[in-house]
């Protein structure tokens, strides 16, 4: 509404309103509250407030789209004002953030300025550790519902000490995207970590992409509490679908030596893990153990490649999995990861491990938690070698204790030789002259066999070939999701190469 600055009007006006409130001058609305920020609705905003103090640099630069310097408090009063739908770009500097943790509860897009060490935006801190938040906590609603939140254009370094979350983001809302950054930790014998943490009472669903981004020292954790993990396992299976976590088109480097894991999950998580360069680097899905831990459900590993330059520390393997059913081919397994490469298979229940015993216990059939089978695929006679361990290798949907079986497809994985050092580090290689200051690995790797790993008890029995795990051989029907993810745009996703080499986003 326009209002007429006529002086007499205004005159008559201010001389009216002096019962109320007293007058500001020149009609510009200072006076009682001047300073403060109005509060912003979450329709869409039609001004340009005034910056104040309170608001730090932050400032509304056109319909929907809001800027502001990377520090905490400009930073924060832009995500509080904007609505969703909104864009906040955040300029570029460098800021610490300290202890402070970004809270993020709308579907807004935050963009930084870039990765560069020098020219992007770069953000340091420890951010929340009493409850595990990070740096960034998006809770994306605790109901099922489209949750189009992306993060992008940030080089993020934790500060912390101790493997701690650097981002959380929560909830049942999927479609969210978080691409184009570099997080990163100075250390070498410990990570920060990205935390999808599905928390809903009512929904195993946090699904969205984790694309084009650099992760040094930090690990990608998909886990959540025991209600999820249970809807999860009681789910259809997810073969060729999107109702899975993606992990595409992104860079994991180490730290070695340490035990290299860069993604991990239990709960019943759910990813499609492709186009990824593991430089030093593995992946993991654990098992079900303690009684509020169940294992992870089902990857699909595909069109990665894992480089390995040390073998020392840890399990240097290039895929641990401990649970679940999974499709794992066309990888390139290169370099000098141990067991020459190969998958390895275990189960901790099925193997005794004692931590398990305060949990769901041995598999050794005194466990409600197992399927019972008296069927010849499970000809077993002794006391539990005739059940399907809860959430074991090759184990499909079902509710606790009557689970059914999915096995784990391995093919068309390839060894690889790389430089293991000097300025070609993890380049692929045939001879030393193509590695100055360093060699060329010479080990042959076995990435379509399979180890199993801790193969005690009753682990040579609840993990068999043919029935659990296949190896080279296919995965009938199976056809995988459309690639590069529609989230990304338009582009080719090339099945011959593994790594990011064979992903093409068209611009």
Request: aromatic residues 10%; contains cysteine.
């Amino acid at each position: 509404m326009a209002f007429n600055r006529n002086p007499v009007a205004l005159i008559l006006i201010c001389l009216f309103s002096s019962f109320i409130i007293s007058c500001g001058s020149g009609g510009n609305g200072a006076g009682a509250g001047a300073g403060m920020i109005s509060v912003v609705s979450t329709s869409t905003p039609t001004s340009t407030p005034t910056l104040t103090s309170e608001s730090g640099s932050c400032a509304l630069t056109s319909n929907r789209t809001w800027e502001t310097t990377p520090d905490f408090a400009s930073v924060a009063s832009c995500v509080s004002r904007a609505a969703s739908g909104d864009t906040v770009n955040v300029t570029a500097g460098s800021a610490n953030w300290g202890a402070n943790y970004l809270t993020i509860t709308k579907a807004i897009k935050l963009v930084g300025a870039g990765t560069s060490q020098t020219t992007g935006t770069r953000i340091t801190g420890t951010g929340n550790t009493t409850y595990g938040f990070g740096m960034f906590k998006i809770d994306t609603g605790s109901t099922e519902s489209t949750f189009p939140f992306e993060m992008t254009g940030f080089r993020v370094t934790s500060t912390i000490i101790g493997n701690e979350n650097m981002i959380r983001i929560s909830g049942a809302g999927s479609g969210w995207r978080i691409h184009g950054n570099y997080f990163y930790k100075n250390a070498t014998t410990e990570e920060a970590v990205l935390n999808v943490y599905p928390n809903s009472t009512t929904s195993h669903k946090l699904f969205g992409l984790i694309d084009n981004n650099v992760f040094e020292n930090i690990k990608i954790y998909v886990t959540g509490a025991l209600p999820q993990a249970n809807l999860s396992w009681m789910a259809t299976a997810q073969w060729g679908t999107d109702q899975v976590v993606f992990i595409e088109n992104n860079t994991f480097i180490g730290p070695r030596p340490y035990n290299g894991s860069r993604i991990d999950s239990y709960q019943g998580a759910r990813l499609v893990i492709r186009y990824n360069d593991f430089n030093d680097a593995r992946i993991e899905a654990h098992s079900a153990c303690q009684s509020n831990i169940r294992g992870a459900r089902s990857y699909e590993v595909y069109n990665n490649r894992f480089s390995a330059t040390d073998s020392s520390g840890g399990w240097a393997v290039a895929l641990a999995m401990r649970a679940g059913s999974h499709v794992i081919t066309r990888n390139v397994i290169a370099g000098v990861y141990s067991e020459n490469g190969k998958v390895a298979l275990d189960n901790r229940r099925s193997w005794f491990d004692d931590a398990c015993t305060s949990g769901f216990g041995n598999a050794d059939g005194t466990s409600a938690n197992d399927t019972y089978d008296a069927s010849p695929v499970h000809p077993g006679t002794a006391t539990g070698l005739n059940l399907i361990p809860l959430d074991g290798i090759g184990i499909g949907t079902g509710a606790v204790g009557s689970q059914t079986q999915d096995p784990v497809y391995v093919w068309g994985n390839t060894s690889g030789n790389i430089c293991v050092g000097g300025v070609n580090k993890y380049n692929s290689c045939e001879t030393n002259s193509e590695c100055p200051s360093s060699t060329c690995s010479t080990q042959a790797n076995t990435p379509n066999l399979v180890y199993r790993r801790n193969d005690t008890n009753n682990a040579p029995y609840q993990i068999v070939a043919g029935r659990d795990y296949f190896e080279n051989t296919a995965r009938p029907g199976w056809v995988p999701y459309a690639c590069p993810h529609p989230m990304v745009g338009s582009g080719s996703c090339n099945t011959s190469i593994a790594g990011r080499t064979g992903y093409t986003i068209n611009q």
